[in-house]
């Protein structure tokens, strides 16, 4: 019934939105900038640079298939030694057109290029649209997809592992035994879609980053966020939360759901300088 609904597959591989082409104009994005230094990590030469994306809900705006190229070209000139996907590449708004195939979303994509290694996990959308596609289009353009699982790249001699927790909001026992399994004396970062997973963590040298709340989406004055789509609590919704040692930064990311819509909380990707004390 959804699935007739969202009229899969998608095969419009411009993204039109027909009638509702004024209306969806993505507002202008900006490039939040976090500079760490996390207990347990090396000290590397010059910092690793990492550039993180989230929530692309391609098709969702008006012109998205420019928008998204003209970022790839703005994510390459920051030089980025690694490159993260943190979920939620299809569009599942049941309105509005819009309806790009995810080979095109992840031929898109895979113009964004880090020097050590690029990964990605799926989010709650794609895996409604056909997790199973999405993950072959991306993995046929070279990034890696990690599907409860760990990838290692190296940095200035040392290996570093990437921990991929994707959501199809279920509580997954492989999810909760590969965060428990984290190794105290082995840096990682934890690629987890949706934040609820940071209590999952374990104190010790790991970072995570998360998207799948759009920082709220919508932020109301004097309210702030009201609703951020997870079992998080409201105050994991968006940007750097440092608890109890523990790190986590989580994006507004690029596209909108249900409605394109934002309000107080502009859309962003996210780069990331990292080094050990």
């Known amino acids: 019934m959804l699935g007739k609904l969202l009229r899969r597959p998608y095969g419009d591989a411009q993204g039109r939105k027909g009638w509702f082409t004024p209306f969806a104009h993505a507002q202008p994005h900006v490039v939040r900038h976090y500079a760490l230094t996390l207990p347990g990590w090396p000290r590397f030469e010059r910092p690793l640079r990492i550039a993180f994306l989230s929530d692309f809900h391609v098709g969702t705006h008006t012109g998205d298939m420019a928008r ?6 703005e994510v390459a000139s920051f ?13 599942m708004q049941p309105f509005g057109g819009g309806r790009v195939p995810p080979r095109i979303i992840a031929r898109t994509l895979a113009r964004m290029m880090g020097r050590h290694g690029r990964f990605a996990v799926l989010g709650n959308h794609d895996y409604i649209y056909g997790e199973q596609e999405v993950a072959a289009a991306f993995r046929a353009h070279g990034i890696a997809v990690l599907d409860h699982e760990r990838g290692t790249f190296a940095f200035g001699r040392h290996a570093i ?6 959501d199809a909001r279920l509580v997954r026992p492989q999810a909760q035994a590969l965060l428990a399994g984290l190794d105290p004396a082995r840096p990682a970062i934890v690629l987890a879609h949706d934040p609820m997973w940071f209590k999952d963590v374990p104190s010790g040298p790991f970072l995570t980053l998360s998207g ?6 919508i932020k109301l004055p004097g309210l702030g966020v009201v609703y951020n789509g997870s079992s998080a609590p409201l105050r994991w919704s968006y940007g750097l939360i440092v608890e109890g040692g523990r790190h986590l930064i989580v994006t507004a990311g690029l596209g909108t759901s249900n409605i394109p819509l934002r309000i107080g909380v502009p859309p962003e990707f996210v780069i990331i300088e990292v080094t050990g004390p």
């Open 161 to 166: 592992d990437v921990i991929g927790v994707p």
């Open 212 to 217: 799948h709340t759009h920082g709220g989406q």
């Open 68 to 73: 998204y190229a003209a970022i790839a070209k």
């Open 79 to 91: 030089l980025p030694d690694l490159v993260l996907f943190g979920g939620d590449y299809m569009n």
